[in-house]
């Protein structure tokens, strides 16, 4: 009986350490977590006004004719003048190229006796491809000479002129780091605010870089922009 009431104040001894224990371990735990979850989440903005380095100026131009010597005639003809056009603007011969041209046969898709006035046309484009921007600025208004010799010019969406950035690579690190500060600024706001201060960064994410036309005018001027996510911690 003596030996029960031993066994049984032991065992009562033994789960009251235990609680303490468990229970202080477990306070230590939550603290731990309720520590770990103080962090601040903030966005880091980053803008750049560059000049474009590239340019692409296609001029695509139509000819039409009875034969398809005659047409491959008058595309070489039409490629000529357009040559001498950009040679005269200042560009490199290594910076103009001709496509292929496409050719139709206009009568097979006429039905009865409404057909076409030529039975072939031949499409081409003629490329500028230059880091010369502003020739490319210069020259584009003077396409209407090319009309006045005689070259049918026929323009759209899919031949628009193009201004692009390359060197995205060389600003990278130095708008990352601009995009970092800011956001870091925007967290020691929100600690100063809080009562606390701003720890280690626990997570970031670097955003996507965008590039766009400054506006419609002036597409040879970029706006690129970046974005950062970053968690920092926050202590007391």
């Known amino acids: 009986m003596k030996n029960n009431i031993l066994a049984a104040a032991v065992l009562g001894v033994l789960l009251a350490i235990g609680l303490v224990v468990g229970g202080s371990y477990l306070k230590s735990a939550a603290i731990q977590w309720k520590s770990a979850e103080r962090t601040v989440t903030v966005k880091g903005l980053a803008e750049r006004e560059v000049r474009a380095t590239l340019a692409l100026w296609p001029l695509h131009f139509t000819v039409t004719g009875d034969a398809l010597d005659e047409v491959q005639q008058r595309v070489n003809q039409q490629a000529g003048i357009i040559r001498r056009f950009l040679t005269d603007a200042g560009f490199k011969p290594e910076a103009i190229t001709l496509t292929s041209p496409e050719v139709t046969d206009r009568y097979a898709n006429s039905y009865g006796n409404q057909r076409p006035p030529s039975r072939y046309s031949a499409e081409a484009t003629m490329l500028v491809r230059t880091q010369a921007i502003d020739k490319v600025k210069q020259a584009m208004p003077r396409v209407g000479e090319l009309i006045g010799q005689g070259v049918v010019l026929s323009p759209n969406y899919n031949y628009r002129t193009e201004f692009l950035f390359t060197e995205l690579e060389d ?40 590039i766009s036309d400054l506006d419609s005018y002036t597409p040879d001027i970029k706006r690129i922009r970046v974005v950062t996510t970053i968690d920092y911690a926050l202590e007391d």
């Not at 970092?180 to 020691?188: G, N, Q, V």
């Open 171 to 210: 600003i990278k690190p130095e708008m990352i780091a601009v995009a970092t500060a800011d956001a870091r600024k925007a967290a020691k706001q929100f600690a100063e605010d809080s009562g606390s201060r701003v720890g280690a960064i626990r997570s970031a994410s670097q955003g996507y870089f965008s």
